[in-house]
């Protein structure tokens, strides 16, 4: 019995206990609290630190404030406050990207300065940290750009810590296809830390560092793999890893922040810029091109060219450097892969010119004036460029002068009033029939339709061939129209020919063109009355020497003209059977006839029509035909004196 009784007795004692321990713990509600809970709440409660709504993974979910504040002694109350840098609390588990950053151009470059150099807060933040799941990894690369930029664009961190400053550079990078792509949420696209590393950034001047010289293709190639193993079979990568500065890596052509994809300007001619801006700038460079025995004048014989002209008008399809030498495999001529060795030419030209043959390696390609004693065909287009101009300057003084000499003696007889009034009597004779004002009508307009779009491609900065550039298609549109007015011209010289042979007043037309010995004693004559004022004018037929000499030049202008055009116009044709020298000499001559016939037109031509104090304001025989009877005794009394003499006899029978 003693021993139920004792049993009982401490099961009673063990009852009685454990009720007034549950009485104390549940009057004491912050103990079951803490023992649930963990320690950050406490925390929560004067610092105010709220999630955001949502899914958003946070990197340190279901870390203590105090794994990271551990220098914070709790036990005071207020605690505190903690003396720990961001990188000595982020090292404990982040040891490797620690010390990356402490030995980046970021820590380095700062060390002394009244700047606070970048840490692990600066670009992560202090509490809202992201995880690198998919989520997570878009929202921050979006989001490295801006995080970069709060720095780099502001002068007074950049001045501090002696860099280049820009403020663009944020912006530049926007409008880049890098920057373009992130915003549209092509995430692939490249971000300041792919190209610079995220903590162990170094100078470009470092050799280990990813954007100098020597490590930019790699960096690039990383995305661009394909390009990388093209630009490493090239000149210019040689060149870069032998530690020649001059030699291009991908910035020095594309840019650094301004990359833009191709053909992605107003004009569509992005590609054309990078040439331009890029392979001129190097190849064009007098110094480099000593130091690397490179001709200079490779870059102006472009320019100069039709493709050079055409490119710089806006024509798209016209061959540039990289058509013809790679863009990224670029290598000297020497070497058998190299697009421009001579195994290779027919299949290069022939991208364009399809059934190029093996003229188009026959001859130089960019034409000279530096080596005319090393290749025949600069010699030649060299010395007939020369004769050209000689006989322009020649051809175009002495129709200035004499002119102006004509000009100063009818300006004379005209202030006297010895020269009659046109339309005095009312008699006209026929000088151009219908036939006759539509053949001038045609090569009138196709003339000048011709000078235009001629003389537009051939100079692609003028005023005139604004029209031509500011239009889409344009360029294009320039060498059709031009080739129509040809069209024209040719079709006007055919008709002529037609008539001069077919029809009864055509023969007589050509029959008094046709020059005779009394024309040189008129020359003579009519210049020792204009210079000396010697003598008397002398009595002119229907046609004077002044007429004739300006019909032969345009039949002789027109045929010139017409065959160096065709050579031209169809060149892949020509070439296939001709050698390219040919080209060559066409492209000069049809350049210097279009000036010489532009002058002589201007100076010649339309002095006699429009300047003329006989004239003047117009000579509207090519309109109606018709020349009064003052004009013909003053200009044509022979030919007045032959009409008055058929018509008399006429009236007699």
Known sequence: MRGAA?????????IVCFVIALFFFLSFPGLSESASEPEHPACIDCHDIKAEKGDIPYAHDGMECADCHQDIKFTEDPHSRSKLAPLEICSGCHEKEAKDLNSSIHTGVMKGKDVRPPDCVSCHGNHKIFTMGNKGRDLLRAEIPKACAVCHSDLKFVAVTGGVYSKKVYVEYNNSIHGQSIEKGVMAAAVCTDCHGSHSIKSPVEQDSTVSRVKVPETCGKCHYGILKQYVNSIHYTAAMKGISSSPVCTNCHGIHTISALKSDEKGNGGREIVFNSCARCHGDLRLSKEFTVSAERVTSYMDSYHGLAARQGELTVADCGSCHGVHSVLPSSNPESMVSKNNLAKTCGQCHAGSSENFMKGSIHLMASEAGNSMESRVTLYLKWFY???????????GAHNLLDFIRKAQKKYRGEIPHAHRSGIYYERMSLSERVQHLMLLTSFIVLVITGFALKFPDSWWSYPFK??????????????????????????????????????????????VFKDAKDALMNLMYMALGKGERPKYDRFNYIEKSEYWALVWGTFVMAATGAVLWFENEVMMYLPKLLFDVSEVIHYYEAWLATLAILVWHIYYVIFNPDVYPMNWTWLTGKISREEMEEEHPLELEKIEQETKEVGNE
């Open 470 to 515: 500011i239009i889409e298609g344009g360029a294009s549109m320039r060498g059709l129209v031009h080739r129509i007015a040809a069209a024209v011209m040719t079709a006007a010289a055919l008709y002529h020919v037609y008539f001069i042979i077919v029809t009864k007043r055509g023969r007589s037309f050509l029959k008094g063109m046709i020059p």
């Open 6 to 14: 004792g049993i009982h007795n401490h099961k009673a004692k063990f």
């Open 389 to 399: 101009i000689f006989l322009i300057i020649a051809t175009i003084a002495g129709m």
